[in-house]
């Protein structure tokens, strides 16, 4: 059995009366996260860990903030690219981590229902998406409600 693990970062700015998108669910917030794509840092930094399992580079990659085609695109659709790819060379998702650092709004009430949402795009159960919320308690860029940033872990499997 082949065994890989890949880690991904990334980072959004927020700014006020944009949409608040955050593992392939819509978070009430002022502030949305600015972003070519629906901005959705959680899902972007899994899709960079799923990616960087097999060596494949980053979302930035494959699917471009040059390319107009991908303009407000709903990030679940880069989640199935990626699985699909991951798929195409013989794997298969054993199980995603997800940190999400962000002041505010709180996302406790939201974690059940983001790890609903990946779950089935990644082919596995809830108990194998974990995702976890933490503050910087008012530190930094987070701290100052100025952007969000995610850590996502993956491990594939070969099929």
């Known amino acids: 059995m082949d065994i890989r693990i890949g880690n991904g970062y990334d980072v959004h700015a927020l700014a006020p009366g944009l949409p608040m998108w955050l593992g392939g669910v819509q978070i009430p917030s002022e502030n ?14 899994l899709c960079d860990a799923l990616l960087g399992c097999l060596a494949l580079g980053d979302i930035g990659h494959l699917f471009p ?11 679940k659709l880069l989640l199935k690219e990626v699985v699909d790819l991951v798929h195409s060379k013989g794997y298969k ?41 933490t503050t910087t308690e008012h530190l930094g860029f987070v701290g100052r409600c100025e952007g969000c940033q995610v850590w996502a872990t993956a491990l594939i499997i070969s099929a």
């Open 93 to 133: 998702i054993s199980n995603a981590d997800i940190t999400i650092a962000l002041q505010k709004p709180k996302l406790a009430l939201h974690i059940a229902t983001m790890r609903a949402t990946m779950a089935p795009i990644l082919g596995v159960t809830e108990d194998r998406v974990s995702v976890k919320a």
């Open 65 to 75: 903030d040059t390319d107009a085609k991908w303009k407000g695109v709903d990030s």
């Open 32 to 45: 949305g996260f600015v972003a070519h794509s629906d901005g959705d840092v959680a899902i972007h930094a």
